[in-house]
């Protein structure tokens, strides 16, 4: 609770929106209801009601794209390669580093934020493919003429 808060803290003064989850059944109902605005998740692999693993698996059912961090004690390769498999963006052992957390969430929101940009160009420039594929014909030929 003590890092939670000690987190939540220097996150609520860099970002606009942050929530707060108790444990994993809180969190994603957060995620469930606000996916279009989460930029990022930071969750501890063991808490109450419902674990960040299960957590993560119910995200990634909504959205496989926002990035996910993983703090824990653990060092087992069970956990390691469940976060693996379900796509986690980050994986901190405690006693977690604060400035590599937050270095990571920003990396995180520039990946994603390029990525949106990307996605957005590319429908852009598909339009208006669309559009030219629908007013022209194009025919191409040799240097005799011929098609």
Same mark, same amino acid.
């Given at each position: 609770a003590h890092a939670r808060n000690t987190?939540?803290?220097?996150?609520?003064?860099?970002?606009?929106?942050?929530?707060?989850?108790?444990?994993?059944?809180?969190?994603?109902?957060?995620?469930?209801? /606000?996916? +279009? &605005?989460?930029?990022?998740v930071i969750s501890d692999i063991?808490?109450?009601?419902?674990s960040g693993m299960e957590m993560l698996e119910g995200i990634r059912?909504? /959205?496989? +794209? &926002?990035p996910f961090i993983f703090t824990t004690a653990h060092l087992e390769n069970d956990f390691l390669l469940g976060a693996i498999k379900n796509g986690v963006y980050y994986y901190a052992n405690k006693p977690v580093n604060i400035k590599d957390i937050i270095y990571k969430v920003q990396e995180a929101c520039k990946a994603q934020y390029q990525?949106?940009?990307a996605m957005h160009n590319h429908k852009e420039a598909q339009s208006?493919?669309?559009?030219i594929n629908q007013v022209a014909i194009v025919s191409k030929s040799d240097l005799f003429g011929d098609i």
């Amino acid at each position: 609770a003590h890092a939670r808060n000690t987190l939540t803290a220097i996150l609520v003064k860099l970002f606009k929106k942050v929530f707060v989850a108790e444990d994993g059944r809180q969190g994603l109902e957060y995620f469930k209801r /606000n996916h +279009e &605005t989460i930029d990022v998740v930071i969750s501890d692999i063991n808490m109450p009601h419902m674990s960040g693993m299960e957590m993560l698996e119910g995200i990634r059912l909504i /959205n496989k +794209e &926002t990035p996910f961090i993983f703090t824990t004690a653990h060092l087992e390769n069970d956990f390691l390669l469940g976060a693996i498999k379900n796509g986690v963006y980050y994986y901190a052992n405690k006693p977690v580093n604060i400035k590599d957390i937050i270095y990571k969430v920003q990396e995180a929101c520039k990946a994603q934020y390029q990525y949106v940009i990307a996605m957005h160009n590319h429908k852009e420039a598909q339009s208006y493919l669309n559009v030219i594929n629908q007013v022209a014909i194009v025919s191409k030929s040799d240097l005799f003429g011929d098609i």
